[in-house]
């Protein structure tokens, strides 16, 4: 009988936990996309991390560095831990980490406003449809997500990393809303057509070295010569048609 008192208990802790959300933010709109982003990606509050009071401060090539209060080690943004959401000292939420997750809905992270870093390798991941309004927005990385297709993304005037190396992404499109970017990183894509770049006038490091199988290596290039700030770029190809 106490056995089956005690599983009972059990199973009612674990439904409060569920059911319960924890209070991380005083933004009402932010706390709700949390409890969202946590529900889709299949987690409870003691399966994600969170990190408060971070001062964004000085770059590093080019990526924006931050360190916590109080303590001088400085890290770049892009590097933050697996299944963990960053604040900064006023509370808002710069940087969220759903690497290994169940997350599907891209569109939930739009009510971040003050996103910087988003990052989201996950195998469940297999589209978006838009991104937009998130102007303090710096880098999206879906590095090894199943994503087939870039969505719109529009007013994101401060993008400058875009990650899609290891997808399933086989054209470059709706990158003409984001001239800000400067990384664009497609190694081991479907892409075989390089196209679709005059836009990015500030791009510096291109990344598109495709696999070994020859019927995903780049056979044809355009415009790149457009591309005047470009300092770094490796491309794999079996004939080039500039």
Not at 38 to 45: F, H, I, P, V
Not at 107 to 135: A, D, M, P, T
Not at 167 to 195: A, H, V, W
Request: hydrophobic share 45%; glycine share 4%; proline share 1%.
């Amino acid at each position: 009988m106490n056995k089956l008192l005690i599983n009972i208990f059990l199973v009612f802790l674990m439904a409060v936990n569920i059911s319960f959300a924890k209070i991380v933010t005083d933004d009402p709109i932010e706390q709700a996309a949390i409890e969202a982003l946590l529900k889709d990606a299949k987690l409870g509050w003691n399966e994600i991390k969170l990190t408060k009071n971070l001062i964004v401060e000085g770059r590093r090539n080019g990526i924006l560095l931050v360190h916590r209060k109080g303590r001088d080690k400085r890290w770049k943004i892009t590097n933050i831990s697996d299944k963990r959401i960053y604040f900064d000292i006023k509370g808002n939420v710069i940087a969220i980490n759903l690497n290994n997750t169940k997350f599907k809905n891209l569109s939930l992270i739009n009510s971040f406003k003050s996103l910087i870093h988003f990052s989201c390798k996950c195998r469940s991941l297999k589209e978006f449809k838009k991104i937009e309004g998130l102007v303090s927005l710096e880098g999206l990385d879906f590095h090894l997500s199943k994503i087939t297709k870039i969505g719109v993304l529009k007013n994101l005037p401060k993008l400058i990393l875009l990650d899609l190396e290891r997808t399933y992404i086989s054209k470059i499109e709706n990158l003409d809303g984001i001239p800000s970017l400067k990384f664009l990183m497609l190694k081991g894509t479907d892409i075989r057509k390089l196209e679709g770049l005059d836009s990015l006038i500030n791009l510096e490091v291109l990344s598109l070295d495709a696999s070994n199988d020859s019927d995903r290596k780049i056979i044809k290039i355009e415009n790149i010569g457009n591309l005047e700030n470009l300092k770094n770029w490796k491309l794999d190809f079996i004939k080039l048609k500039s």
